[in-house]
């Protein structure tokens, strides 16, 4: 019996060994794929993080203008019918007027936060860690900003607080300003994601049912 194939014969095992041969190429190419996934997740949440923090650095900075220019050395101005109190003080402490004296501390504690926050980014996989981190580092740097550049000198520089609730000059509750509040924000939606097992990678912790015996 002849074993020589007819040339239709042959082009159809042609045919059937490049299917093969590209079937086996294919899987190659998937893992590059792949990978641009990620990056363009994570260039997007670089984009989030700091779209909010320049967002509240801008208002921060905005505000604290418009009040020393306008309200610094005048009596504080009533709004929402005594909700709140627009009062400019100078803080030389933290937030709230904590740890008033240790103005150079608290600069380079901020510095610190806000280089942590840069080295994290990169990392994050989670919208809400991006948000939560952008509303503390535009705050933190909010805050910096005053420390280095306002009176009485860099590091020594006081903050300018000029939001107080429910009476003015702060008698119920320290008077902050809005790099306090994004701060604040910030922090609590960190802790919230935290506790509902959601870290800053993506990675989501679910707690295992106990198994009944």
Not at 56 to 84: C, F, M, Q, S, Y
Not at 110 to 137: D, T
Not at 153 to 179: E, K, M, R, T
Not at 198 to 208: A, N
Request: net charge neutral; glycine share 12%.
């Amino acid at each position: 019996m002849s074993t020589e194939q007819s040339p239709q014969e042959q082009s159809s095992a042609e045919q059937a060994d490049a299917g093969s041969t590209a079937a086996e190429r294919a899987p190659e190419t998937q893992p590059e794929a792949a990978d641009e996934s990620p990056r363009d997740g994570s260039r997007k949440l670089l984009a989030l993080l700091g779209g909010v923090a320049v967002v509240a650095l801008g208002i921060d900075i905005v505000t604290k203008i418009a009040v020393v220019a306008n309200l610094e050395g005048h009596a504080p101005v009533r709004l929402l019918g005594g909700v709140l109190y627009l009062d400019v003080l100078r803080n030389p402490g933290a937030a709230f007027s904590l740890a008033t004296g240790m103005t150079w501390l608290l600069a380079l504690l901020a510095i610190a936060v806000v280089g942590v926050i840069i080295w994290l980014a990169p990392k994050l996989r989670s919208p809400g860690w991006a948000v939560g981190l952008g509303l503390v580092l535009g705050g933190a740097c909010g805050n910096l900003v005053d420390r280095i550049f306002r009176a009485p000198g860099p590091l020594q520089g006081h903050v300018v607080d000029f939001l107080s609730v429910f009476a003015p000059g702060g008698a119920i509750w320290p008077v902050f300003n809005v790099a306090d509040s994004c701060i604040v924000c910030g922090g609590i939606l960190v802790v919230l994601l935290s506790l509902m097992g959601r870290d800053y990678d993506g990675t989501v912790h679910r707690k295992k049912k106990a198994v009944a015996s």
